[in-house]
């Protein structure tokens, strides 16, 4: 929501980053910068709000709490990911931070750098980059090389392959997290605790 947004990431970056660097627009919750990018905080409050951005260009999109997001809106918003100037500046890149949630439809997405019996992340598989082409039916269909990929749907810039990396970790992988956290989250359930201090995404009430 707006006042969710205002009160975390909005505060967060003028609190982080000095107003000497760039101009703020309130009305449209953006940040100018001195060379003339921009930085647009935006929310999706209920189905449908990802039209909103409709005809928009982003060359980065980043998610915070993805597993609020339906897989709908995070579809949508990759449509609006481009960066005609890639070649001059970086290519068009979405990426998206989260607790994990067992009932999210992430957890199909990542689940190939997650352990199959605890659901927790995979440290063998942190970082490793895998390639998808996401179906008519909405299943994606997942290769290890780009090259295995386009040995199926050609090398064409529109042949639809992404990338994906996951980097798995928990709050003892922060260093800026305190022992108070950590001691306040052992109080917790045992599914919160599965979830918040190690990560699993397929932590469920039995």
Request: charged share 30%; aromatic share 14%; glycine share 6%.
């Given at each position: ?44 409050e209920t189905k ?33 990911n481009r960066n ?89 992988d922060n260093p ?31």
């Amino acid at each position: 929501t707006l006042p969710e947004l205002e009160q975390s990431q909005i505060a967060r970056f003028r609190a982080l980053v000095p107003a000497r660097l760039y101009t703020w627009n309130e009305q449209k919750k953006t940040a100018t910068f001195l060379n003339g990018s921009t930085i647009r905080f935006g929310y999706l409050e209920t189905k449908g709000d990802e039209t909103r951005y409709q005809g928009d260009e982003y060359g980065c999109i980043a998610f915070d709490e993805a597993t609020e997001f339906t897989e709908e809106q995070i579809t949508y918003l990759l449509s609006r990911n481009r960066n005609p100037k890639a070649e001059v500046y970086h290519k068009a890149s979405m990426c998206m931070a989260t607790n994990p949630h067992c009932d999210s439809f992430l957890k199909d997405w990542i689940w190939w750098w997650l352990d199959p019996e605890t659901g927790i992340p995979d440290h063998k598989k942190k970082g490793v980059t895998r390639y998808f082409v996401k179906q008519r039916d909405g299943t994606l269909d997942w290769y290890d090389t780009r090259e295995e990929a386009e040995v199926v749907y050609g090398t064409e810039g529109d042949n639809g392959v992404k990338s994906m990396c996951v980097i798995g970790s928990t709050v003892y992988d922060n260093p800026f997290i305190s022992k108070a956290y950590i001691g306040n989250l052992k109080t917790q359930s045992r599914v919160e605790q599965d979830r918040l201090l190690y990560g699993s995404w397929t932590a469920r009430e039995e």
